[in-house]
C-alpha cells in the first residue's frame, strides 16, 4: 500500500478596512507531501461595496508548483513508467531526474447587484489564469431570487468557458496546440423547513467540447507506447442535495449526497456528513465523513490488447477507472472573540484539520492543515 503523508500550511490576513464599505484579505496557502511535491498559494482579494446596492470583488492569486524528480534510474522499468504516465512536461530521460518549477497566475472578478428590497441578486463574473502550456478563460452569470419572506430561495448560474492548451515537449516530441471549450448551467433550490432545519437541492450541467486528454500522458496499447486520447464532446449531470440542522446541544448536522454520470460511462455516488459542536465558548469541533463510489469510462482499460484502443481511445487517468474511496477527519476551530485580550485580536480564528483518505486501488492519504484568519 502508498502511504503519502501530506501537510497543509494555511495562513489567511483576512480582512482589513480601510473604508465601512470596503474589504481586503490576504492569503498564503502551502502543500506539501512525503513526495516532496509542493504547492505554494499567494491570494489577494478587494471587495468594494458602492451606490445602489452594487458590490465589485477582485481577486488575484499565484501559485507555484515545485515537482521532485522522476523516480528511477535513467532506462529503467520505473523511470520509463513515471515518463509515460507523468502529468508534466519530460523533454528527455535526463532532464526527468531534475526537479521541475511551474508557475500559475490567476485573476478573478464579481460584479453583484442586490436591489432595495433584498429579495433579488445578479451578478456577473469572469475568471482568467495563465500558465507555461495552459490559458483558461471563463465568464459568467447569475440570478438569485427569494420568495415566501426568505424561506425559499431559488438560483440560476450559466458560465461559458474558453481554454487554449499549448503543450510544452515532452519525450523529444511537440504537440499542436489545442483548444476546449465549457458551458455551464447550475440551479439551486434552498428552503427553509423550520427555523431550525434547511434544506437544498439542486442540478449542474456541464458540456465540454474540445482537447480533453493530458498531453504529457501515454498508454501501453497492443505492445506500442501511444498518447493518451480522450474523446473530444463529453456532457456531464450531477443531481445534489444537502440537509442541515441545528440541535440543541449547540451543535449542528449536514447530510449531503451527490449522483453523477457522464456520456463517456462513469456513474458515481458520493454521500457526506458532518457534525459542528461547540465545546465550551471557545472551541469548534467539526467531525466529517465521506464516501465516494463510481464506475469507470466505457474505454477504460487496464490493459490495451489493440494499437486500436477502444473505438480509437485511451486513457491513463484513474479518475476515469472504478474505485471506491474514504476520507473522514476532525476540524479543531478557536474563535478568539470573548477572549480578554488586545481589541485587534478579538476576531482572529485559528484552525487545524486532520483527515485520512484510503480508496479500492491501496492509495491512502493523511493530510494535516492549519491556519488562521485574522480580520483587522
Known amino acids: 500500500m502508498r502511504r503519502r503523508l501530506a501537510i497543509v500550511l494555511f495562513v489567511l490576513a483576512a480582512p482589513w478596512s480601510t473604508a465601512a464599505e470596503e474589504r481586503v484579505t490576504a ?73 521541475y ?3 500559475r497566475e490567476e485573476a478573478t472578478g464579481n460584479v453583484e447587484w442586490t436591489p432595495a428590497s433584498g429579495r433579488l441578486r445578479t451578478n456577473g463574473s469572469f475568471y482568467y489564469s495563465k500558465e507555461s502550456d495552459y490559458v483558461g478563460r471563463q465568464i ?6 427569494d420568495f415566501q419572506q426568505g424561506n425559499t430561495n431559488l438560483s440560476f448560474g450559466l458560465s461559458h468557458g474558453f481554454d487554449t492548451i499549448t503543450p510544452e515537449p515532452h519525450g523529444g516530441t511537440t504537440q499542436p496546440e489545442e483548444q476546449r471549450t465549457t458551458e455551464d448551467l447550475t440551479c439551486v433550490w434552498t428552503q427553509m423547513i423550520s427555523p431550525k432545519s434547511r434544506g437544498t437541492v439542486g442540478f449542474e450541467g456541464t458540456w465540454v467540447m474540445g482537447f480533453q486528454s493530458n498531453p504529457y500522458r501515454h498508454v501501453y496499447a ?20 444537502q440537509f442541515d440542522r441545528y440541535l440543541m446541544t449547540r451543535s449542528s448536522v449536514s447530510l449531503g449526497g451527490r449522483w453523477y454520470s457522464d456520456d463517456w460511462g462513469v456513474l458515481a455516488g458520493t454521500v457526506d456528513a458532518q457534525l ?15 464516501y465516494h463510489t463510481q464506475t469507470a469510462a466505457s474505454f477504460q482499460r487496464d490493459l490495451y490488447t489493440s494499437p486500436e484502443g477502444v473505438d480509437g481511445y485511451y486513457t ?35 484552525d487545524l484539520k486532520v483527515e485520512r483518505y484510503f480508496d479500492s486501488k491501496s492509495f491512502a492519504a493523511t493530510v494535516l ?4 484568519t485574522w480580520p483587522f
Not at 222 to 232: A, M, N, S, T, Y
Request: a neutral charge; charged letters at 25%.
Open 101 to 103: 518549477d511551474k508557475l
Open 369 to 372: 492543515e492549519s491556519g488562521f
Open 27 to 99: 492569503g498564503v496557502h502551502t502543500f506539501s507531501d512525503s513526495e516532496d511535491n509542493r504547492v505554494e498559494t499567494y491570494a489577494l482579494e478587494w471587495l468594494q461595496e458602492l451606490r445602489h446596492d452594487w458590490k465589485v470583488m477582485l481577486r488575484g492569486a499565484l501559485d507555484r508548483v515545485v515537482l521532485p524528480p522522476l523516480p528511477g534510474l535513467p532506462g529503467s522499468p520505473e523511470n520509463v513508467d513515471a515518463i509515460t504516465t507523468a502529468s508534466r512536461p519530460v523533454q528527455s530521460v535526463e532532464l526527468s531526474k531534475q526537479g
Open 222 to 241: 497492443g505492445g506500442l507506447v501511444v498518447p493518451e486520447r480522450h474523446p473530444d464532446r463529453r456532457f456531464r449531470r450531477s443531481l445534489f442535495a
Open 140 to 145: 459568467g452569470v447569475g440570478l438569485a431570487h
Open 316 to 350: 491513463a487517468d484513474y479518475k476515469l477507472d472504478d474505485f471506491a474511496s474514504n476520507l473522514f477527519g476532525v476540524k479543531l476551530s478557536v474563535p478568539f472573540a470573548g477572549f480578554q485580550i488586545a481589541p485587534w485580536a478579538r476576531g482572529v480564528v485559528l
Open 276 to 290: 459542528h459542536q461547540y465545546v465550551g465558548n471557545h472551541l469548534i469541533v467539526r467531525y466529517r465523513y465521506r
